[in-house]
């Protein structure tokens, strides 16, 4: 099961690596991460996606507690309604003669990605939604073009209410 763990820690040196040094030390794995300081620029806010159950993201949790950097740890299932996350993609597709074009124009309006660059012979697309439709995105794409490269962020997600990382 698909987990979003959000971490809010003092903004200082080495802390990220020691919050990523506890995944590897522990042999969890990390699916993507993202990291950037917060409104408070002595704070940073690292969001990562995990596949685990529940008795594993609670270990994670507890033993990010006990890391000095760290004020507070908090987790949601990927599929949760309490939280709003997104991704961005970026994908460099070849785009060669009007018929290709035309087609990843088109799938581009269906859903709602935009051309973020055209050359000769190529676009840059980009997308931004929850991983599951950047996934279902990026298969759509590869189904009428070839996929030059691809460039993910990573989840970055947002309690929705009251709850916060803050409070």
């Given amino acids: 099961m698909r987990q979003i763990i959000s971490i809010l820690l003092e ?16 042999g969890y794995s990390i699916e993507n991460i993202t990291a950037a300081p917060t409104e408070d620029a ?27 950097n760290v004020i507070k740890v908090s987790s949601k299932q990927d599929d949760s309604s309490n939280i709003v996350s997104r ?14 074009r035309e087609e990843i124009k088109t799938l581009c309006d269906i859903f709602k990605a935009q051309i973020v660059d055209i050359t000769p012979e190529l676009y840059i697309l980009q997308y931004v939604d929850t991983s599951f439709e950047v996934d279902r995105f990026l298969k759509a794409v590869k189904e009428q073009a070839e996929v030059v490269e691809t460039v993910r962020s990573g989840v970055c997600g947002i309690f929705r209410g009251e709850q916060s990382l803050h409070s």
């Fill in 87 to 100: 991704e961005i993609l970026f994908v460099k597709v070849q785009a060669i003669g009007h018929t290709q």
């Fill in 42 to 68: 002595a704070l940073s806010r690292i969001t990562i996606l995990t596949d685990g159950d529940e008795a594993i993201v609670e270990r994670i949790t507890k033993q990010l507690h006990k890391l000095v």
């Fill in 11 to 26: 903004n200082e040196v080495g802390a990220l690596s020691r919050v990523v040094g506890l995944f590897s030390q522990r």
